[in-house]
């Protein structure tokens, strides 16, 4: 049997994405302050609720999905190099479901994918981890993976990308995350996940 650790339908990201629409994205980018009264001041912005603040910011959204907030620099608040949340999380109990696992994201991918549509639009790139035109990393430390990894560990196994121009904006993506490639014997997780980064400079 497989194990279904996590499951936010296709309707509830919907609803998650329209909680975005009005963030103030620099201020995200920019990162909260410490942890207080000013931090609660300045989720409250955003209609969050902090839910721990230790190394990295989790918050409650008012749609009562948790996010996270990645520092840049591990261990420091500020900037924000990414937001994010985890959507469906698929288990295998025993290695020889591995292949289902990834099979049975790939099936219900279609259906979240819509529902971003639904929101976002039409996505500037959708495909598998194979497909010949896979955008490429401009840079060693950007958060799209080297062409070789990719390939390698077949990560992400889907992907969904909508970049939006302009200092308020944001590139959000929607992923099926298989993780590392198992080692024999071991049980393969998978997850779809939604990430925001800043715009990237021109």
């Not at 918050?59 to 996270?68: D, F, H, K, L």
Request: with cysteine.
């Amino acid at each position: 049997m497989t194990t279904l650790r996590i499951e936010r339908t296709p309707e509830q990201l919907a609803e998650e994405l329209k909680g975005l629409e009005h963030v103030d994205w620099p201020a995200v980018w920019a990162g909260p302050p410490s942890p207080g009264q000013a931090l609660d001041d300045w989720c409250a912005l955003f209609g969050w609720q902090p839910t721990s603040a230790e190394r990295v910011l989790s918050v409650r959204s008012s749609t009562g999905q948790s996010i996270e907030l990645s520092p840049v620099r591990s261990g420091g608040w500020a900037p924000v190099k990414q937001l994010g949340w985890t959507s469906w999380n698929l288990w295998a109990d025993d290695p020889s479901e591995n292949d289902e696992v990834l099979a049975r994201a790939a099936e219900v991918w279609a259906a979240y994918e819509e529902a971003a549509r639904t929101v976002l639009g039409e996505p500037a790139f959708s495909g598998a981890w194979d497909a010949p035109e896979f955008p490429e990393p401009p840079h060693e430390r950007h958060w799209l993976m080297p062409r070789d990894l990719r390939l390698e560990d077949m990560d992400p196994y889907r992907l969904a990308m909508w970049p939006e121009d302009g200092p308020e904006g944001r590139i959000t993506v929607l992923t099926v995350n298989p993780g590392l490639a198992p080692v024999p014997g071991e049980s393969r997780g998978v997850l779809i996940e939604v990430n925001c980064y800043p715009p990237e400079a021109p």
